[in-house]
């Protein structure tokens, strides 16, 4: 049944695809090596409904820490010319990548900085939340940038009214320092309240906005509880 299954993890039908992919994960173990190895071969496919199957299917069952795997997926996030599937592949790599890995989170936070696609930037801010460490450098320093949404900078006017999407981005890399940066620094609280300071001149932020706001005091709220 496995074989029969992997074989249609292929099949044009996309149908046929997602069936598999569902039964794969009610017959399989998490971290398989043939699936795994069946769904590495499968990010090189023509077609691009192909990949992104393939990509989500190691988000549903690839095992955390699988170097091979990590490796395809961050080969897919930089190059694939489609945006869905380097959505999938940073999904992905937040369930198969090692906790901190650090050649993963440069790979995920150039993504979430310089992607052409506002859908591919958030997934790879989340990822980034969900290996890096607490405290650790070079992600926080990468989400600071996420702040700022530096590709839509460096493509429109700063005088330009930030997009819906492009909120969203902005207010994932607010999110996600929330998580990685130790409680109280004060580079990214000032970081916070720059932007929310940008928010109020502009006439508003919204979704971002809001998550400046609510990191503001909450960061307030846990230092005013360290010993």
């Known amino acids: 049944m496995r074989s029969a299954l992997l074989v ?7 149908a046929v695809r997602r069936a598999a992919l569902r039964a ?10 043939a699936v795994e190895a069946r769904l590495c071969e499968l990010l090189t496919a023509a077609s691009w409904k192909i990949r992104a199957v393939a990509a989500e299917g190691f ?12 490796h395809s997926l961050l080969e897919v996030l930089e190059d694939d ?20 890995d650090m050649v993963a989170l ?23 939340g969900a290996i890096a460490q607490r405290g650790c450098e070079v992600a926080v320093q990468g989400l600071l940038l996420g702040l700022e949404d530096v590709y839509v900078e460096r493509c429109g006017s700063v005088l330009d009214i930030c997009s819906r999407q492009d909120c969203d981005v902005r207010a994932t890399a607010v999110r996600m320092l ?14 916070l309240q720059r932007c929310l300071g940008e928010c ?5 932020g919204g979704k971002f906005e809001e998550a400046l706001r609510c990191a503001i005091k909450d960061s307030a709220a846990r230092v005013s509880l360290l010993p």
Do not use: F, I, N
């Open 59 to 70: 988000e549903m069952l690839g095992a955390r820490g699988r170097g091979h795997a990590t």
């Open 178 to 191: 929330e998580l990685v940066a130790a409680p109280g620094d004060p580079r990214v609280l000032a970081a």
């Open 200 to 204: 109020e001149d502009r006439g508003g």
């Open 106 to 128: 440069d790979a995920l936070l150039a993504s979430g900085a310089y992607d052409s696609d506002w859908r591919v930037r958030k997934q790879a801010l989340l990822a980034t």
């Open 81 to 100: 010319e489609d945006w869905a599937v380097r959505k999938a592949a940073a999904a992905a790599l937040a369930k198969v990548a090692a906790m901190g």
């Open 8 to 14: 249609m993890l292929g099949d044009d039908d996309w």
């Open 24 to 33: 794969l994960g009610e017959a399989v173990e998490v971290g398989d090596s």
